[in-house]
């Protein structure tokens, strides 16, 4: 008698316990089957209890038992069912709904132009290089013949890190590293950002980017350097378009010339871009001075070459007839998803 109402009170246990098992998850389903349903269960040990019941209560003791069983049966049940549902409505999306649009990136016009520079002077036996953005007072400035307190300094108006060190002010930088480290023939392409103190307008940003060129071996004349020079603006521009040396200065090239090309924009009958004159400049160019050549350890008299430096910010301004420097910085996604 004592055994039976024991076995009453534990079967009201269990069945309260069971009915407060929290299922949330497939994981937590799992644990509730091997809990209340396994071989090796609570219900199963009670079941197995059973023989030593009075016989005469063994009956309805055993009908309390399977009751519970069951209902534990049926909450695994429904949970099951459940689980399985969302299951299959995760895993079987409707084949036939429209896919989701992919949202395609564009190059920046300064990326596409700078690589089709490259490309350009590659195919000319140029090879790539770069040096670093933040530079000291030799690379930037004393090994291309600026001296200290030297009025030229002024051309480029220079953030300094401190005495020695500064943001680099163009690409002629990696000119002189390229000099110090490798032996002629050598043959570089060398485009990078450079950085400027100048007040932000539509024609000027306080940093932009250069594409620098350096050809070094014996016998280099200026008719390798327009030669060369040509061939880019052919490929770059067009044959239809015209293009003219001007004579220049650059602390770092005797002789020294600018490069104009016809403009683009009015195809040279004048226009605010070209300042009514027909044409715009692209480049700075010339023949290494020999100063340069032995400041960074090569004997002028056996060694010449030429250098050249473009800015890119130009160059994409021309070909994509865009009047404002400042769009290529602003991000706009309306300007930038243009160039493909
Ligand atoms: N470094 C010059 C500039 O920034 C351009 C240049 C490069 C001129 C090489 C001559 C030779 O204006």
Not at 142 to 151: C, I, V
Not at 228 to 251: D, T
Request: glycine residues 6%; charged residues 25%; neutral net charge.
């Amino acid at each position: 008698m004592k055994i039976c109402t024991n076995m009453k009170e534990r079967i009201e246990q269990l069945q309260k316990k069971i009915n407060q098992v929290k299922i949330d998850s497939k994981e937590t389903l799992e644990q509730f089957r091997i809990q209340w349903l396994s071989k090796k269960s609570e219900l199963q040990d009670l079941l197995s209890g059973i023989k030593n019941v009075v016989p005469k209560e063994r009956k309805s003791v055993g009908a309390l038992i399977n009751k519970l069983k069951e209902e534990a049966e049926e909450k695994f049940n429904n949970y099951k069912e459940k689980f399985k549902e969302t299951a299959q409505t995760q895993q079987l999306p409707d084949s036939y709904l429209p896919g989701q649009p992919i949202q395609l990136g564009s190059r920046h016009p300064l990326n596409l132009v700078a690589v089709q520079i490259n490309t350009i002077f590659q195919s000319l036996g140029f090879s790539l290089a770069d040096g670093p953005e933040i530079e000291d007072d030799w690379h930037n400035f004393s090994a291309l013949n600026f001296p200290p307190e030297h009025p030229a300094r002024d051309m480029q108006d220079t953030f300094f890190v401190d005495d020695e060190i500064a943001l680099r002010t163009h690409t002629s930088s990696v000119q002189v590293r390229l000099m110090e480290t490798q032996k002629p023939p050598m043959r570089y392409i060398m485009p990078g950002r450079v950085y400027r103190n100048e007040a932000i307008s539509a024609r000027a940003n306080c940093f932009f980017h250069q594409a620098e060129g350096l050809y070094i071996d014996k016998k280099v004349s200026f008719a390798d350097l327009k030669q060369v020079l040509f061939e880019f603006v052919r490929q770059m521009f067009g044959a239809e378009c015209k293009n003219r040396f001007r004579p220049s200065y650059f602390p770092f090239t005797e002789p020294s010339a600018e490069m104009d090309i016809s403009c683009f924009i009015c195809g040279g009958k004048g226009c605010p871009v070209c300042k009514q004159s027909g044409w715009v400049e692209i480049l700075g160019c010339g023949m290494v001075d020999p100063q340069v050549l032995s400041n960074s350890g090569h004997d002028p008299e056996t060694y010449s070459g030429y250098a050249f430096g473009m800015g890119i910010e130009r160059i994409t301004m021309l070909k994509y007839s865009i009047n404002d420097i400042r769009v290529f910085f602003d991000n706009d996604i309306r300007f930038l998803k243009q160039f493909i």
